[in-house]
């Protein structure tokens, strides 16, 4: 068991690019989420998957956000036309079965995001 | 909808000295309620977790937390602060033991020699 990792951990871009960030959950993690946390604050959903299916969508993914878990294993998370707002730590999550009061859910280090 | 109530953003203790910090949740359904420490640069550590076994959760560290209905609270508590303890803490809630969860706005714990 690695742990949830993410990459790149730091990024910085310019006003108006697009970035992409990956997340590999814990091997066979069933559940995927990511969070957006801004200074100060605490961290935000944003969206998850189950398996390969994105079930939820926060109010918060702009249409200029999208999400991605193609084969059900690791996750992409791309924002167009970066804006200064978007200026943040994504966090990335993985649980096997959010159900099960066994399970917990265990978070990245996170891709700590600045657009310059 | 759920949402958390963190008092206090900033909490600064003598090493040694009782930690408390507090959260208040708000829930339509019976919640899972959390606790999660974060140090700088880096992810959430999960320390502690309620989920109706018992009001009185022990996690790692030292720290433990007691839910109390009536009062809809769930602060944390360590008996003596190490130097190590100094970080930003997170309540938080969700409808399920390891699912989407609403976080807190956080508490910097500072711990003085």
């Known amino acids: 068991d690695t742990g949830v990792s993410q990459n790149p951990r730091h990024k910085i871009t310019k006003r108006g690019q697009n970035v992409t960030f990956r997340c590999d959950p814990i091997?066979?993690?069933?559940?995927l989420y990511w969070y957006r946390q801004t200074l100060g604050q605490g961290p935000e959903f944003l969206t998850y998957?189950?398996?390969?299916?994105?079930?939820?969508k926060s109010r918060l993914l702009s249409d200029r956000f999208s999400a991605e878990r193609p084969k059900g294993s690791f996750s992409t998370l791309e924002i167009q036309r970066t804006e200064q707002g978007d200026s943040a730590m994504y966090l990335c999550?993985?649980?096997?079965?959010?159900?099960?009061?066994?399970?917990?859910?265990?978070f990245g280090p996170g891709t700590r995001l600045t657009v310059l | 909808a759920q949402s958390v109530t963190q008092l206090g953003s900033h909490v600064s203790v003598s090493e040694g000295a009782l930690v408390l910090l507090r959260c208040n949740y708000s829930s339509s359904v019976p919640p899972y309620l959390f606790w999660y420490v974060q140090y700088p640069n880096q992810g959430l550590q999960l320390l502690l977790k309620y989920t109706s076994a018992a009001t009185l959760v022990k996690g790692i560290n030292g720290f433990e937390a007691e839910f109390k209905k009536s009062e809809t609270s769930f602060h944390l508590t360590k008996p003596s602060a190490h130097m190590s303890d100094a970080a930003e803490y997170f309540c938080a809630v969700s409808n399920t033991n390891a699912g989407k969860s609403t976080f807190g706005d956080g508490t910097t714990l500072t711990v003085k020699p």
């Open positions: 998957f189950q398996n390969e299916a994105q079930l939820e």
């Open positions: 999550a993985s649980s096997l079965d959010p159900d099960r009061l066994t399970d917990t859910q265990y």
């Open positions: 091997s066979e993690h069933n559940r």
